[in-house]
C-alpha cells in the first residue's frame, strides 16, 4: 500500500474512532466503546506505517489536521453543532496550515 494511503487511512480510521466515541455516550455503549478502540488501534497501525516513509512532523500535523477538521464536519453535519464564523475560519487554518507544512517539506 502507499504510504500516503496509509496516512490517509489512518485519518479515516481516526475520525470513525472519534466519532465511535462520542456516539459510545462514555462507554455506556458496548458496541460504540468497542468500535472506538478498534478503530483508533487500526489508525495508530496505519500511522506508524505511514511513518516508514513520510517524516514524522509532516505526517502527525496531516493526521492531527485533517483529522480535526473531519471530525468537526462530522460534528456539524452528524451531531448537528453549531457552525460559526470563528469555527470555520479556525479550521481554514488548520487545514491551510497542513498545506504549508505538506509543501515545505518532501518525505524522505
Known sequence: ??????????????VGGTTAMKLSEGFARPGASLAMFALYGLSFACLAFALKEIDLGLAYAVWAGL??????????????????????????????????????????
Do not use: C, D, Q, R
Not at 1 to 14: G, K, N, Q, R
Open 67 to 108: 483529522g480535526t477538521a473531519l471530525v468537526a464536519l462530522v460534528g456539524f453535519v452528524y451531531f448537528g453543532e453549531s457552525i460559526t464564523a470563528p469555527k470555520l475560519a479556525s479550521l481554514a487554518l488548520i487545514v491551510g496550515g497542513v498545506v504549508g507544512l505538506n509543501l515545505s517539506g518532501s518525505a524522505h
Open 1 to 14: 500500500m502507499h504510504t500516503w494511503t496509509y496516512l490517509f487511512a489512518a485519518i479515516v480510521l481516526e
